[in-house]
């Protein structure tokens, strides 16, 4: 089964740091990018960034709101994504989704979504 | 970053009902457009990619029109799993983007 769980969610204060993992199996992980998307309470879908298969180069995008703040990285020979946090404030409080790119063809989606994980940040 | 509108950003439906969601890009995003459906407490579920290629297992009532700067998402005869809130995501640039979503209520 295709399969994406997210871990490392919790209480943070303001200004402070968080690694998120995002561990997948059931598919060729480093066949993949890999998207970070987030979702603050009551609000919509926020992309927050990319991480591109070796192919590339493993290059990283980011959106402009945590561009210098946040770190993607990815381990292919454990299968995993991260999602390096700092300065972390208030507005950064969300469910944070690992999600899987299908760049097969011409068009690209994000087929594949984990569960997310929950990340507060408040003092 | 390409900025995407969604209208109405709700709606009030009945079952069977035909229901139409638009979005609108601030430029040009060609065929670059998908369809997700997010229900309370999961995580989205991809509908629609390409602007109007259906997602294999997705039922046939879902469909996708559109392109450059106007989509539309369209379900004829709305079923009770249908109730969600739906967004559109611009792929064309490198920084993707969300609509605000339209929620979908009885």
């Known amino acids: 089964e295709v399969q994406l769980v997210e871990s490392g969610g919790g209480l943070v204060q303001p200004g402070g740091s968080l690694r998120l993992s995002c561990a997948a199996s059931?598919?060729?992980?480093?066949?993949?990018?890999m998207d970070w998307v987030r979702q603050a309470p009551g609000k919509g879908l926020e992309w927050v960034g990319r991480?591109?298969?070796?192919?590339?180069?493993?290059?990283?995008e980011y959106a402009a709101s945590v561009r210098g703040r946040f770190t993607i990285s990815r381990d292919d020979s454990n299968n995993s994504l991260y999602l390096q946090m700092s300065s972390l404030k208030t507005v950064d409080t969300a469910v944070y989704y690992c999600?899987?790119?299908?760049?097969?063809?011409?068009?690209?989606?994000?087929?594949?979504w984990g569960k997310g994980t929950t990340v507060t940040v408040s003092s | 970053d390409i900025q995407m509108t969604q209208s109405p950003s709700s709606l009030s439906a009945s079952v069977g009902d035909r229901v139409t969601i638009t979005c609108r890009a601030s430029q040009s995003i060609s065929s670059y457009l998908n369809w997700y459906q997010q229900k309370p407490g999961k995580a989205p579920k991809l509908l629609i990619f390409a602007a109007s290629i259906l997602q294999s297992g997705v039922p046939s009532r879902f469909s996708g029109s559109g392109s450059g700067t106007d989509f539309t998402l369209t379900v004829t005869s709305l079923q009770p799993e249908d109730f969600a809130t739906y967004y559109c995501q611009q792929t064309y640039s490198v920084v993707w983007t969300f609509g605000q979503g339209t929620k979908v209520e009885i």
């Open positions: 991480s591109r298969h070796k192919l590339k180069s493993y290059t990283t």
């Open positions: 999600t899987r790119l299908n760049t097969g063809g011409y068009y690209y989606f994000m087929d594949v």
């Open positions: 059931g598919f060729t992980f480093s066949d993949h990018y």
